[in-house]
């Protein structure tokens, strides 16, 4: 009906982009160091918003800050929506979240230039703190976007230094300008590179994600007793480190036999009073537990219980807090079936492939047809400063995601 030129997105101005942006928090080692709602974060967001306004579009804040970059369609019908996240893990790379902003953001671009206008209008999403690493759980607006979270309880999420994620918000300037969520979505699209090695090994240009890994995050206090390390015998310690130790192992355990593909993992620790000549009192961790299939993460969460249980001697107490559990999901096969139609038209090579991290398309996808496409990354590393892909790859990804969000735009 719309007449369009055979149009592709501009790898050139994409990849500048990405460096440009990688600047924001850009660590000596190469990455970034962008999380959520630091200043870095308000600066990524500033520029993503002179880019968008730039780009013809409108955008607006939800209340967990979340942005929505909106070009208007022809006709008052819900919107198609194309997302991903700007923050960063500490040690984060360039690319983990930022590929699909930044190839939103490419699309409504080359549309503003080309004059192309679509049916529905198309809304580009940088979610706030999809991480989690300062604030947990990870993909923390998407999920109160999609009503699975409370606003209330994001609100009042804490960071380790106990500052509140909505007086962040405010410190770093955000004004909300938009309701959370409520509308009807047409369709949700995330481009977003793999994080895991199959797509180089193979040689394929994307991966169209079939399914995501169910996750359970937990909080772990452990109290033991705390004494001096020189005159306590061993046999009288309630020794809070040796129990994190224990658990510790017991959980590569726990993740080693549910392989492949299950994990867990602890990677935030810290230990009180944290002083050479005292017997631990007091230990903080983080557990991270993930696998496709729901009755083998439960299994495996059972044994964790068992092993806390178990470690509970003595003075010796585990407090855990549940703080996300991401049931593992199917992305919708009608969406599948029409990246494949696309991908083979374009003449890129695809795979079907399960996401081993977590997106904000999972909660899309409760709330909407939702796909997810992945790119390749070198190594499969990522959450690392030595993320890196190529600019033919990433051109590659995004071209196939603007051309998947034209056609689901003129959807009738
Ligand atoms: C998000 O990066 C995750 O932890 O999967
Ligand atoms: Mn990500
Ligand atoms: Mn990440």
Request: charged residues 25%; contains cysteine; aromatic residues 4%.
């Amino acid at each position: 009906m719309h007449l369009r030129p055979n149009l592709g997105i501009d790898g050139d101005r994409l990849w500048s982009s990405l460096m440009e942006m990688a600047k924001i928090g850009g660590t000596p080692k190469g990455g970034c160091n962008r999380q959520a709602l630091t200043p870095e974060d308000g600066e990524a967001r500033a520029l993503f918003r002179r880019w968008c306004e730039a780009a013809g579009t409108t955008v607006r804040i939800d209340p967990l800050g979340s942005m929505f970059a909106r070009r208007e369609g022809l006709e008052d019908l819900p919107p198609v929506l194309i997302g991903s996240h700007l923050d960063t893990q500490p040690t984060g790379g360039k690319f983990d979240g930022v590929l699909g902003v930044m190839a939103g953001l490419e699309i409504l671009r080359r549309m503003e230039e080309a004059g192309i206008r679509t049916r529905r209008p198309i809304e580009v999403v940088n979610w706030t703190n999809e991480e989690g690493c300062r604030f947990a759980p990870a993909m923390l607006a998407s999920a109160a976007y999609a009503g699975v979270l409370p606003v209330e309880k994001a609100l009042d999420t804490r960071d380790i230094a106990g500052i509140r994620f909505g007086d962040a918000l405010e410190s770093i300037g955000i004004v909300p300008d938009r309701p959370l969520g409520g509308d009807k979505i047409a369709a949700y699209l995330e481009l977003h590179i793999e994080q895991g090695p199959i797509l180089e090994a193979e040689g394929k240009e994307v991966g169209l994600v079939t399914s995501g890994q169910g996750l359970f995050w937990y909080d772990a206090v452990i109290t033991g007793f705390e004494s001096h390390s020189g005159s306590t015998p061993m046999h009288m310690r309630d020794d809070a480190l040796v129990a994190a130790a224990q658990l510790i192992e017991a959980l590569r355990k726990i993740g080693t036999e549910a392989n492949p593909p299950g994990t867990a993992t602890v990677g935030q620790f810290e230990v009180f009073p944290n002083s050479r000549n005292v017997i631990p009192g007091e230990v903080r961790m983080t557990i991270d537990m993930r696998h496709p299939d729901p009755a083998v993460l439960r299994a495996m969460d059972q044994r964790f219980h068992e092993t806390v249980a178990a470690l509970q001697k003595g003075r010796i107490r585990i407090e855990l807090t549940q703080v996300a559990a991401t049931q593992p999901l199917s992305f919708d096969p009608g969406m599948l079936a029409m990246l494949r139609e696309e991908a083979d038209a374009m003449g890129i090579s695809h795979r079907n492939i399960i996401s081993g991290a977590g997106h904000d398309a999972f909660h899309m996808a409760k709330i909407a047809p939702a796909a997810l496409i992945f790119t390749p990354c070198a190594g499969g590393v990522s959450h690392n400063e030595a993320e890196s892909i190529e600019p033919h790859q990433a051109e590659a990804g995004a071209n196939l995601l603007m051309r998947a969000a034209l056609r689901l735009a003129d959807m009738p």
